[in-house]
């Protein structure tokens, strides 16, 4: 791109930015932060809150930086006393109808209200004699309810569902002081992707009723990972508190969903916090399932592996990592092996105003990380094979009534893999717990062939292992020379030496962002075969 | 005319000559009185030609703000590749100001033909008049006009034979006071909420629609016809005092004269004349305390700077204040500053379109301060905070509601201050908030 390039310097920091360039965005460039409310990247600006008021070298009045485009040589100032004392006003004016009530306000310690005022606010009120203004709580739809006293009318919600969802339900009702967020009549906020404007909300004014006092933002631990609801991939923060999970939120990745996620992706997260889980890998003696420890279930799936008679059926989830997927599916290396996984699916539900953003009909994470790991998506045809086959390895997948009735009668045969086990499954021979996504380490490929880190994010229970260091220390064999892959990191690099499309890729390339690599066929091909 | 009082020989009757002649009002009436004759010289000409004689007339917008309405005019792209439109803001919302009320009442003609040549001008096929909610009265004649003008061959698909279309479309408002605000209005007519947009974009690049777009004021475009007839060198030798304000203005002088109404006069004309004079001086025993010279958006003067102001742009200024749309709001010493100030804090408070976060909050915080201060519960720190909140709404939102809402409390409490000073030593009476 042959863009032409500004010079701009902002608080004494030259930055060349290129032309068309906002000044809130190159002052991101030069380190500086631009105080704002109504103003957000993917949302138009109307330069409304007046919070990012900026001085302009020779321009009379302050600008809204994140409206205002650069020009060669502008100086501003992001911090000048001018500047700061707009913006004390803003914040002055922001607060007096603004209740009290971090104490019990979810967005608190999150909220840019609170940060923005600590950070440059008056330290008391001059709006001492009156009330402020007062309207009731009101629901909004499944998910969100609206709290109008804390509201700061930014309007960021209400031009997200305009411009982004183009599912205009809400508004700007009334005018002046009196003014709140309305919805259309007979209107509710159940767009699939309207949980959207909780996180957009700079303060505590639109909750999530899921969320709603659940926990307090400084206790929250934050984890990169990645949305294991369907092939879209979209980046997100796990919050957990405790080790527990409380909510998914989006995390920015321009190349995939900018800054969103859906409402069935955002609700996904609760068998992350199951409490039946397995937690130290089982045997079967005497007609019973015993706990073991690692070196000797190691030693019996070896053993396992090396007595199978006839072909061998794998079947796996989709929401297992790359990793994982990879390595099972090595350990599982003959010519007659039937590995498929199992690919729900449900409505298509896009962002219309996000090109390429969706909720996607295949509700895994990882359908082409598997496909790329040689795993078919014919879930029957492999569930039928099962009942011929010589061993059954099962790679926590989600069973139905129908998959348990099909895979409870295989007495000597069956390996799990899991973190549960059903009742069902108690005949198996081997059982090993496993960590789920937010426990370990790990890769989804998307479905445009983006290969994308998530991070561990609470400890697994009990011995629980990743699947990939199961594989590996079978691959391996005992003793002390053996070579097995002791991180995720090191499992990834050698993903390629396996499989051509991971070669020479690197935990470190990866980043938190992802990146791309050819895909086996195409994502459409791909659902055609799962349904 | 001083209308509704019959006309002072003082005064320079041209836009509103034919006030209170119902037979100005038809097309015959009107082309019997010398109408549409410049609209007709105006189509013979090119555009450009159109915009360098309105340059030329330093015709100046009579909305308020006083842009040159010839350089407004050539700021339309050249290339007609997409359609452009004009917009005639007959909102006229402005307290105070009533004379684009009578321009309409009387003479719809003359604005629809005004309305013609600017549309030549910018290369428009369609004018969009957005009459204020509450003007049923001059809507309705309106629609007989443009009816008329219709049936005439004066609109339409072919103006007067020349093979130019352009269609005329009457948009009612809603009530909103922002609507007058020229951005607030594209979003209005396009059938959005009448809140001002930011600029850039101007009008000229993205108005209505997203497409080229300019905005007239009605007193503006009924002088026009004026300038096409008789030439931009009479109309610019229409000047008393600064050659950069010519022609004639209508002063919609309301409030505690003797004789309130509009009056037209040459700009340069001193104020204390239009008072003294031709509206008959205040009413008797009373003495001029203040005036508001140019609708309710303006500081207020006191009567020594009325005295000495001049009426043309410059002229106000000079004397402290701005002449704006010319809505003249006269006061005597019978009148209660801080309650009339109150008042008009109010106003904005209501009419807020509640986007920037300084005037949602500031005009409702100024006018309980207002209120308290009526009261007799002020403060001593009251005044400082009022002085401090206006500066924080002055210059720093999108359009100027809020710098409106500040200006009359500023040049108040600076003008005025004693009487502040009274309410809060509690020498006076608390009065009651009331309007």
Redesign the interface.
Known sequence: MADELLTVTIDGIAVQVPKGTTIIEAAKQAGVLVPHYCYHPSLPSPALCRMCLVEVEKSAKLQPACVTAVSEGQVVHVSSEKAKEARKGVLEFLLINHPLDCPICDQSGECELQDYTFQEGRASTRYSEYAKRYNPVEDFGPDIIYVPNRCILCTRCVRFMEDVAETPVLNVSERGDRAYIGIAPEQELDHAWSGNVVDLCPVGSLLSKDFLHKARAWDLDKTASICPGCTQGCNINIDTRDDVVVRFRPRPNLDVNRHFMCDYGRMGYRWLNRGDRLEAPLMLDGGRLVATDWDTALDRFGALLDDAAGPAVLLASGRTATESLGFVRRLLDRPDVTAAIKVPLGDEAPLAGIPNLALRRERVPNLHGAQLAGYGTDWAAAVRAASTAGLVVLLDPELDRDDLAALSGLPGRLVVMGTLLADELRGAELVLPVTTMAEENGTYVNRDGRVQRFLQAKAPPGMARPAWWIAGEVLAGPGPDADAPATAADAFARLGAMYAAFAGLTYAELGLTGRMIPLMGTSGAAAGAAR | MGFPYPSDPRETVLLSKYFGDAGARSYTGWTERGGYEGVKTALGMAPEAVVEEMKASGLRGRGGAGFPTGLKWSLMPKKADKPHYLVCNADESEPGTFKDREIMRWTPHALIEGCLIAAHAIRAERIYIYIRGEYTEPLAIMERAVAEAYANGAAGENVFGSGTRIDVTLHRGAG?Y?CGEETAMLNSLEGK?GNPR?KPPYPAQAGVFGLPTTINNVETLAAVPHIMVRGAAWYKSLSLSNPKSTGTKLISVCGHVARPGNYEVTMGTPMRELIYDMCGGMRPGRTLKAVIPGGSSVPIMNAEEADRCLLDYEGVVAAGSMLGSAGMIVMDDSTDMVRAIWRLAKFY??????????C??????TT?ILE?ILAG?GKESDLQ?LLD?S??MT????CVLSDSCAAPIVSGIQKFRGEFDAYLAKARTPAMATA
């Not at chain 2, 408070?349 to 976060?357: I, Y």
């Open positions: 909103a922002i909420r930011i408070a209501h009419e807020s379109c509640a986007q920037c976060t300084q949602r909050e500031g005009t409702a915080w309980k308290r519960l905070l909140l500066e924080n210059g720093k939102t999108i």
